[in-house]
């Protein structure tokens, strides 16, 4: 019996994996399958930082979701990037107060997408303010989506100019702590 399921494993074929253009051209790791079929709409949940190769992304996880197979190359495409559970609840303090926004958005192709984003503010606020915080974010996601396409809007989440720039939008509201992203699905 063991030989049986040795010799089912010899038998796989390794698979290359490249993530999307946005994030560069280079393989990412190697995946088996016993065919292309086998390989099709997979997905790959891997570490920000292992294809950024930046240390501020290690808390972020990307799924990547493979659509073409080209020989032993599998092309993916971006399913969703989301924080970790662990560095979501370290922001969260004492005095404090914390706002969630889930918001559908499309860019400027028409491409939709679902932007969830945490802001924790300096000290406790009143629900009403909570309120104009969520108004005013769901705002600036609708201008700054219109206005650039999916992968500028990845591009600018991951380099923290689309946070920094809500906070400037938002900061007359309430005095902000962090603003980071939750989630980013299509």
Same mark, same amino acid.
């Given at each position: 019996?063991?030989?049986?399921? /040795? ?9 290359? +994996? ?15 399958? %016993? !065919? ?9 949940? +891997? ?18 979701? @493979?659509?073409?197979?080209?020989? %032993?190359?599998? %092309? $993916?495409?971006? !399913? ?17 107060? +914390?706002?969630?926004? @889930? !918001?559908?958005?499309?860019?400027? %192709? ?9 802001? +924790? ?5 009143? $629900? ?17 989506? /219109?206005?650039? $396409?999916?992968?500028? $809007? @990845? ?11 809500? @906070? ?19």
């Amino acid at each position: 019996m063991a030989q049986k399921s /040795s010799d089912k494993w010899k038998s796989k074929m390794w698979f290359n +994996v490249y993530p999307p253009k946005i994030f560069g051209e280079s393989a990412i790791g190697e995946i088996p399958a %016993n !065919d292309e079929k086998g390989i099709a709409g997979r997905l790959i949940k +891997v570490s920000m930082s292992w294809i950024t190769h930046k240390p501020e992304h290690s808390f972020m996880l990307i799924g990547l979701r @493979v659509f073409k197979v080209n020989g %032993n190359n599998a %092309n $993916t495409e971006l !399913d969703y990037i989301e924080q970790t559970y662990s560095y979501i609840h370290s922001l969260v303090r004492r005095h404090s107060s +914390v706002i969630y926004t @889930v !918001d559908s958005l499309n860019d400027k %192709n028409g491409r939709n997408y679902s932007l969830k984003m945490i802001i +924790v503010t300096s000290n406790k606020i009143r $629900t009403p303010k909570k309120a104009a915080i969520r108004k005013a974010i769901a705002q600036y996601e609708r201008e700054f989506s /219109s206005a650039h $396409t999916f992968d500028e $809007t @990845v591009n600018a989440l991951l380099d923290n100019s689309f946070q920094s720039g809500a @906070v400037k939008y938002i900061s007359n509201i309430a005095s902000i702590s962090k603003f980071e992203l939750k989630k980013l699905e299509l």
